[in-house]
């Protein structure tokens, strides 16, 4: 499958999507339709609780819509492995960065590889080159309350990238930063994206994170308005 | 990082509730060890005073429910011997008496024959055994020898009369080893209970079956009971009481403990239900979720087992500070009864930590997510 404007193959297509929650039937999403290129960088924007997040949740397979489908590479997600799918085709960058605060920077890039069957040392390796990748090597063997918060989103990014993903997705991966940590974040991101000719979607309400951006869907009351 | 480091370190990381589920598992498992070892080591104990004479079957009057409570005539003997198959019979009279001096109650006084086969098998530490025509003396088990601190020629005063102590003796038998043993015609005496004994032990012929010889003499002389010595320490009451008590205590530390365990692991995964979302958003598979949790579930479980097999060693070191206990109780506890607190640990793993695996299994990422 090919985007019709482009000679880039379709990586990500959601036809349709509708997101409605039981606990008091807020319908999130209303019928978006939208593709995603392979080494695309797309930004999603919106006010709050206009769907975006729920809208990233669908296309990374962390949750199912309501209707509508959402096809990777052609295939749709129904018929695929989506824990597998997840584990090998996608990294997730969260605001919050979840980090596991009992383990150290080193071992929160290694969680995902166990469902990547990676060796014990391999893993270590790894994780210590994507540590040093994102400029923390230093930091490998701390816990993430001895890390800053522009170190703690940094770790977060190296264990998104732990599996060579070809698709990273981020809900709002500059929201909880101060301007500085987050032009670092964003140099960071645009790094990666070209070193490892990633497709990137990304959930902002920062304009720069926008304007960086190859393409911006802006989301409005569930419905794509731009 | 392997997966071990992962449960370590999330148990690490939550130090005071792992402690307090380590603990409370360890008091559970360590009370199990304890009486299921005293309740075996009870009944080693009383086995061993039969199997270590080759005794085939004990007569008693039919009905009783143990020894101490049973009378027969001691003149029974005669029509025992004339049993088919019988090769030895020898009367004992077993009552309990106190030496509230030295805070002991209930120690075992044995009336046995001089040189009869009872007394012909002890070994033998210090003096010598009782030999026809001895007056006055007594023999004491080793644990009852420490426990009075008393040695051979010390006096010993029995139920207000003043005994020799003639010799002391080791048996395989705790309970034997915790007694003493005077002659039979003694005890008759000091008890009022002239011309009349308890039981009576016999051997018979190597090739017979002892249930056979027991139904001759059942048949022969009415209102006994003749029961193989294995069979007689299987029905014994405080045998069945004491496996009944190590029964209950099993069932209420396995009820105590899974519950325990099942609250941690429920406060563990609702505590977590954000990192678990996190793990099924970096694609985890359900099955991995669930591997993670039974392992902290099974960690914990060990360091109960281990914990638990610590307090027991120590709780016996407790209860053998007390002289009535060395005289009971067997000290040491048999592998199999640790085998038992480790396959209690595993259970209470099992049964506390799968529902909450499973639970948080089922959450679906963005659902956990949100939790936070």
């Given at each position: 499958?090919?985007?019709?404007g482009t000679?880039t193959?379709?990586?990500?297509?959601?036809?349709?999507l509708?997101?409605?929650?039981?606990?008091?039937?807020?319908?999130?999403l209303?019928g978006?339709?939208l593709e995603?290129?392979?080494?695309?960088?797309?930004?999603?924007?919106?006010?709050s609780?206009?769907?975006?997040?729920t809208?990233?949740?669908?296309m990374?397979?962390?949750?199912r819509?309501t209707s509508?489908?959402?096809a990777f590479?052609g295939?749709?997600l129904?018929?695929l492995?989506v824990?597998?799918?997840?584990?090998?085709?996608?990294?997730?960058v969260?605001?919050?960065f979840?980090?596991?605060?009992?383990?150290?920077?080193?071992?929160n890039?290694?969680?995902?590889m166990f469902e990547?069957?990676?060796p014990?040392t391999e893993?270590?390796?790894?994780?210590?080159?994507?540590?040093e990748?994102?400029?923390?090597?230093?930091r490998?063997?701390?816990l993430?309350?001895?890390l800053?918060?522009?170190?703690?989103?940094?770790?977060?990014?190296?264990?998104?990238?732990a599996?060579e993903?070809?698709?990273?997705?981020?809900?709002?991966p500059?929201?909880?930063?101060?301007?500085t940590?987050?032009r670092?974040?964003l140099?960071?991101l645009?790094?990666?994206?070209?070193?490892?000719r990633?497709?990137?979607?990304?959930?902002?309400?920062?304009?720069?994170?926008?304007?960086?951006?190859d393409?911006?869907?802006?989301?409005k009351?569930?419905?794509?308005?731009? | 990082?392997?997966f071990?480091v992962?449960i370590?370190?999330?148990l690490?990381?939550r130090?005071?509730r792992?402690?307090?589920?380590v603990?409370?598992?360890?008091?559970?498992?360590s009370?199990?060890?304890l009486l299921?070892?005293v309740?075996?080591g009870f009944?080693?104990?009383?086995?061993?005073i039969?199997?270590?004479r080759?005794?085939?079957?004990?007569?008693v009057?039919a009905?009783?429910?143990?020894?101490?409570?049973?009378?027969?005539?001691?003149?029974?003997?005669?029509?025992l011997?004339?049993?088919?198959?019988?090769?030895?019979?020898?009367p004992s009279l077993?009552?309990?008496?106190?030496?509230e001096e030295?805070?002991?109650?209930?120690?075992?006084?044995?009336?046995?024959?001089?040189?009869?086969?009872?007394?012909?098998?002890?070994r033998m530490?210090?003096?010598?055994p009782l030999?026809?025509?001895?007056t006055r003396?007594?023999m004491?088990?080793?644990?009852l020898?420490?426990?009075?601190k008393?040695?051979v020629?010390?006096?010993?005063?029995?139920?207000?009369?003043k005994f020799?102590?003639i010799?002391?003796?080791?048996?395989d038998?705790?309970f034997?080893?915790g007694?003493?043993?005077?002659?039979?015609?003694?005890?008759?005496?000091?008890m009022?209970?002239?011309?009349?004994?308890?039981?009576?032990?016999i051997?018979?012929k190597?090739?017979?079956?002892p249930h056979?010889?027991g139904?001759?003499?059942e048949?022969?002389?009415?209102?006994?009971?003749a029961i193989?010595?294995?069979n007689?320490?299987?029905?014994n009451?405080?045998i069945?009481?004491s496996?009944?008590?190590?029964?209950?205590?099993i069932?209420?530390?396995?009820?105590?403990?899974s519950i325990?365990l099942?609250?941690t692991?429920a406060?563990?995964?609702?505590?977590?239900?954000g990192?678990?979302?996190?793990?099924?958003?970096?694609g985890?598979?359900?099955?991995?979720?669930?591997v993670?949790l039974?392992?902290?579930?099974?960690?914990l479980?060990i360091?109960?087992?281990?914990v638990?097999a610590?307090?027991?060693?120590?709780?016996?070191?407790?209860i053998?500070?007390?002289?009535?206990?060395?005289?009971?109780?067997?000290?040491k506890l048999?592998?199999?009864?640790?085998l038992?607190g480790?396959?209690?640990?595993?259970?209470l793993?099992v049964?506390?930590?799968l529902?909450?695996a499973?639970?948080?299994?089922?959450?679906e990422?963005t659902?956990a997510l949100?939790?936070d």
């Amino acid at each position: 499958m090919t985007d019709p404007g482009t000679s880039t193959p379709t990586l990500l297509r959601g036809e349709s999507l509708v997101k409605t929650y039981p606990d008091g039937d807020v319908r999130a999403l209303r019928g978006v339709t939208l593709e995603i290129s392979e080494g695309e960088f797309v930004a999603i924007t919106g006010p709050s609780g206009c769907g975006k997040s729920t809208l990233l949740h669908l296309m990374g397979g962390l949750d199912r819509p309501t209707s509508g489908e959402i096809a990777f590479r052609g295939e749709s997600l129904n018929r695929l492995d989506v824990d597998r799918f997840r584990a090998q085709h996608l990294g997730f960058v969260f605001q919050s960065f979840y980090l596991i605060p009992t383990l150290t920077a080193s071992q929160n890039v290694q969680v995902p590889m166990f469902e990547a069957s990676w060796p014990r040392t391999e893993r270590n390796h790894r994780a210590m080159r994507i540590l040093e990748e994102v400029g923390l090597a230093h930091r490998a063997n701390h816990l993430p309350k001895r890390l800053s918060v522009g170190e703690r989103q940094r770790v977060a990014i190296a264990r998104a990238l732990a599996n060579e993903p070809i698709l990273l997705l981020a809900d709002e991966p500059t929201g909880n930063l101060d301007s500085t940590t987050q032009r670092e974040v964003l140099d960071l991101l645009a790094r990666i994206r070209t070193e490892r000719r990633l497709t990137m979607m990304i959930v902002t309400h920062s304009g720069e994170v926008a304007a960086a951006a190859d393409r911006e869907i802006r989301l409005k009351d569930g419905l794509i308005v731009q | 990082m392997g997966f071990l480091v992962f449960i370590t370190r999330n148990l690490l990381g939550r130090p005071a509730r792992t402690m307090l589920t380590v603990l409370g598992l360890g008091v559970g498992i360590s009370a199990v060890i304890l009486l299921i070892g005293v309740s075996w080591g009870f009944e080693r104990s009383m086995s061993a005073i039969y199997s270590s004479r080759g005794i085939d079957i004990i007569v008693v009057r039919a009905g009783v429910s143990d020894q101490l409570s049973s009378n027969l005539d001691a003149g029974m003997i005669d029509q025992l011997r004339t049993v088919p198959d019988v090769v030895e019979v020898a009367p004992s009279l077993m009552d309990a008496v106190s030496f509230e001096e030295a805070n002991l109650t209930s120690v075992l006084a044995n009336g046995w024959e001089p040189g009869g086969l009872l007394i012909r098998n002890l070994r033998m530490i210090e003096g010598r055994p009782l030999e026809k025509g001895d007056t006055r003396a007594v023999m004491l088990g080793r644990v009852l020898a420490l426990n009075l601190k008393k040695s051979v020629s010390d006096e010993l005063v029995i139920a207000g009369e003043k005994f020799k102590v003639i010799g002391i003796f080791e048996s395989d038998s705790l309970f034997e080893s915790g007694g003493l043993i005077i002659p039979l015609a003694e005890l008759q005496h000091m008890m009022g209970r002239e011309g009349k004994v308890t039981g009576f032990v016999i051997i018979t012929k190597p090739e017979v079956d002892p249930h056979t010889v027991g139904k001759a003499v059942e048949a022969k002389i009415s209102g006994v009971a003749a029961i193989p010595s294995q069979n007689y320490v299987q029905n014994n009451v405080q045998i069945k009481l004491s496996r009944a008590m190590a029964g209950a205590t099993i069932g209420v530390a396995l009820m105590l403990g899974s519950i325990g365990l099942l609250n941690t692991m429920a406060m563990a995964v609702t505590e977590r239900t954000g990192e678990i979302g996190l793990l099924r958003a970096l694609g985890w598979k359900r099955k991995r979720i669930i591997v993670l949790l039974m392992g902290e579930a099974a960690t914990l479980g060990i360091l109960g087992v281990m914990v638990g097999a610590l307090m027991s060693w120590i709780g016996m070191r407790g209860i053998m500070l007390s002289p009535t206990s060395r005289g009971f109780i067997d000290p040491k506890l048999p592998p199999s009864a640790f085998l038992v607190g480790l396959a209690m640990g595993i259970g209470l793993s099992v049964l506390g930590g799968l529902y909450p695996a499973i639970r948080a299994s089922r959450l679906e990422p963005t659902e956990a997510l949100r939790h936070d």
